[in-house]
């Protein structure tokens, strides 16, 4: 068991002069945890941000800009082949600037144009339409647009039914053509307004016509070359503004530079400031401050103070968990719930043995721990986001194969068949030959039985054990032994916690009591048996009693309370073998009565029993990981964490460049 | 065969009656923790940990089954 690392607290007071340097010397050692100055505290003010901040700000939403233009797709696949290692300084700064200036103007500018275009070829393209309209119906248009007594209107309608009857009542002197939603009306030009009434009612959209020439083929003709100009320059535009992408996708790596530069400029918001010097107060592991203070009076020139302190009773450090390799996937669990706090005991190794012992006594079955095994590898591979979860889920996976030949279990079969076993057996593979009778009662009436059994110490659903004159499933005792122990481990380490915490006394009081009192009870129990002598039972009473009030004098009348919780989470432990038998029960139903039947129709049957098979099988596997994985954490959370572990730290975070950029 | 009859019928007494209770208590709980989780996504965790508790209830519950059925047959 490790506690986390062990920090020292670190107070930095330099010039002002030196923020910018000292700023960039902690970025790029990544090691100081900083703790926000609050306003006020000894009397000092909060910093302001470095000169540079708003520009780059600036700067920042403008690339966001351009950015948000461009699918992110462009700028990722950019990212992924060649990533230009670009770094904001003084020199490619006005570069920078000047480049998204320009690029941003070229867009704006595109944009405009595109925008422009887009209406022009719209109203091109009503006209367009308005001719092959006239044309169509072989109205005389140049005639029309010039007479002084008829007018007519052309458009798009949304509603045509009672068109005709409202035209005919209002407008008794009008006529009309349609096609379509296309409707043209010949109307007095006095009564021009009314028309356009009439026709608003039914959705219309007024198309414009007017023509000056009756030859409405070259009219046509030439507005279809006009628009066929304008597409060709769309797509120049268009062209152009993909020609940037190249440009655009280099701003990507661009802004994730300045948002890390801004971050840096902001940093003296956090500290302390006199009128011409400045305070910082954080976090560094101790191992690494001799390094950090190094670097730091070297890059001032001497030109500063660095006070290192041990924690002190009411400071809460950050806390950085310190696991080896093997067990810190197991971080992953305890993070879910809760991180220590930085006195207390990490429990990542107690995860790390119990956790996946739960899951495979809980799944066992060689078959189904083989498949989640295989997933999960391949899984790891695929999304190494969630690799933490999957190196536990994997490490669960290979304990269950282990417990699966403890159980004897192959995707829930127990045993083969006779003719199967015996060909097996030819193979070279033996298994163990057990002949019973089924049917009858004993040998007289049944018939007999030949099956092969896998390998096994003990049968989940089946072997027993006499407690107390009772036949009870061994499973669930073992579930119950094993919470035994686990709670007793979890009661030493708080036992270990409150020393360090509350020193020897308290921790005797409140956590050995607990301990105490068990040995007194089983001595009882024993006793009460005839096991031992009667006397032992008296003892153990005595031996009890102390223990209850041990404990309440250490935790007070909530110990006594929590008293029967302690043998209800004993006995909570039991599912351990419940949950186990619950997913043998369904494999063995998926098999034997679902399947089974399929497969002695023998024919096209096989291949239903087969399907059954798998999708049985599957929904079995997806509970197999759901169960024991809830299962196994919340014994830990619940039963086993509520005896040792408080919670409640704050993680170590050092301010440094942000994860996903350093992965490049 | 008449008290095979009541021992099975004990058994899923047990076992029906106390996977009720577990899933009234869990969508009580489920319901609060979902609404912890809109505020907060870093509860998930937790959330998940409260909505499991009364599981225990129907553990028992099938723990008993197994021991009724065990005991009397």
């Not at chain 1, 458009?155 to 045509?160: A, D, F, T, V």
């Not at chain 1, 079969?413 to 097996?424: A, D, H, P, R």
């Not at chain 1, 009858?440 to 027993?464: C, D, N, Y």
């Not at chain 1, 068990?518 to 048996?529: C, H, N, Q, R, S």
Request: include cysteine; glycine fraction near 10%; charged fraction near 20%.
């Amino acid at each position: 068991m490790s506690k986390p690392e062990i920090m020292v607290k670190c107070k930095i007071v330099a010039p002002k002069s030196t923020l910018s340097a000292v700023i960039n010397t902690l970025y790029d050692l990544g090691l100081y945890h900083l703790t926000p100055h609050l306003k006020g505290t000894y009397n000092l003010d909060l910093g302001t941000p470095l000169a540079q901040a708003e520009e780059l700000a600036t700067l920042l939403v403008k690339v966001r800009q351009i950015l948000a233009r461009f699918p992110k797709t462009i700028a990722q696949n950019y990212l992924l082949n060649k990533f230009p290692a670009v770094s904001l300084t003084k020199k490619s700064w006005p570069e920078l600037q000047r480049k998204v200036e320009k690029i941003f103007q070229e867009i704006k500018e595109t944009e405009q144009k595109l925008a422009l275009l887009r209406e022009e070829r719209l109203i091109l393209h009503n006209q367009l339409i308005s001719l092959s309209f006239l044309r169509k119906m072989k109205i005389n248009a140049a005639a029309l647009s010039q007479s002084q007594i008829l007018c007519g209107v052309f458009g798009q309608i949304k509603r045509q039914e009672g068109l005709s009857a409202a035209l005919s009542k209002h407008l008794p002197a009008s006529s009309f053509f349609q096609e379509k939603d296309y409707i043209f009306v010949v109307a007095k030009k006095t009564q021009e307004t009314e028309l356009k009434n009439v026709l608003s009612s039914f959705g219309f959209t007024p198309f414009s016509w007017s023509l000056e020439t009756n030859n409405l083929l070259s009219e046509l003709k030439k507005k279809k070359e006009l628009a066929a100009k304008k597409k060709e320059q769309k797509l120049i535009l268009l062209k152009r503004l993909q020609g940037l992408s190249e440009e655009v996708a280099e701003l990507q790596a661009w802004e994730l530079e300045i948002q890390e530069e801004i971050r840096k400029q902001e940093l003296p918001l956090s500290f302390a400031v006199t009128g011409s010097t400045f305070l910082a107060e954080g976090w560094l592991p101790q191992k690494q401050s001799a390094q950090v203070v190094q670097a730091l009076e070297k890059i001032t020139k001497n030109k500063i103070h660095v006070q290192l302190e041990n924690p002190g009773k009411k400071d809460h450090p950050p806390v950085k968990l310190n696991n080896k390799k093997l067990v810190s996937p197991f971080e992953f669990l305890l993070k879910l719930y809760d991180l220590p706090s930085y006195k207390e005991i990490d429990p990542t190794s107690l995860l790390f043995f119990t956790f996946p012992i739960f899951f495979g006594f809980m799944l066992g079955d060689v078959g189904y721990g083989l498949v989640l095994a295989i997933l999960f590898f391949i899984l790891r591979k695929k999304m190494p986001a969630a690799k933490q979860m999957l190196d536990v889920l994997l490490f669960a996976a290979i304990v269950s194969i282990a417990f699966g030949f403890v159980f004897g279990e192959f995707f829930g079969f127990e045993y083969v068949g006779n003719e199967t076993g015996e060909k097996l057996c030819n193979l070279g593979i033996c298994l163990e030959k057990v002949t019973h009778f089924a049917g009858g009662h004993g040998a007289e009436g049944g018939q007999a039985v030949t099956i092969w059994e896998f390998p096994h110490l003990l049968h989940r659903a089946s072997t027993k054990t006499n407690l107390f004159g009772y036949d009870i499933l061994t499973v669930l005792i073992i579930g119950a032994i094993v919470g035994f122990i686990h709670l007793n481990l979890g009661l030493f380490l708080g036992f270990l916690n409150e020393a360090a915490s509350h020193g020897w006394k308290h921790a005797v009081m409140a956590k050995l009591s607990w301990m105490i009192m068990e040995a007194g009870i089983i001595f009882a129990v024993l006793g009460g048996m005839g096991i031992f002598l009667p006397l032992v039972k008296w003892m153990g009473i005595i031996i009890a009693v102390i223990g209850v009030v041990m404990l309440v004098k250490g935790e007070g009348v909530q110990g006594a309370v929590e008293i029967p919780g302690l043998f209800s989470n004993m006995l909570s432990y039991m599912r351990l073998g419940a949950v186990g038998l619950a997913s043998v029960g369904l494999a063995v139903v998926v098999n034997e009565k679902l399947a089974l039947p399929f497969f002695e129709k023998g024919g096209i049957f096989i291949f239903f029993g087969i399907i059954i098979m798998i999708l049985g099988h599957g929904i079995n596997l997806l509970l197999g990981v759901i169960g024991p994985f809830l299962h196994g954490v919340r014994l830990h959370y619940v039963e086993c964490f509520s005896k040792f572990f408080h919670g409640g730290g704050v993680e170590y975070a050092p301010f440094s460049r942000k994860k996903e950029l350093t992965k490049e | 065969m008449a008290d095979g009859g009541l021992i099975a019928l004990g058994a899923g007494l047990a076992i029906g009656v106390s996977a009720l209770a577990t899933a009234w208590a869990e969508q009580a709980i489920g319901t609060a923790a979902i609404g912890a989780m809109a505020e907060k996504e870093s509860l998930f965790g937790k959330a998940l940990i409260l909505t499991v508790i009364p599981e225990t209830i129907v553990i028992f519950g099938l723990v008993v089954a197994i021991l009724i059925v065990g005991i009397a047959g």
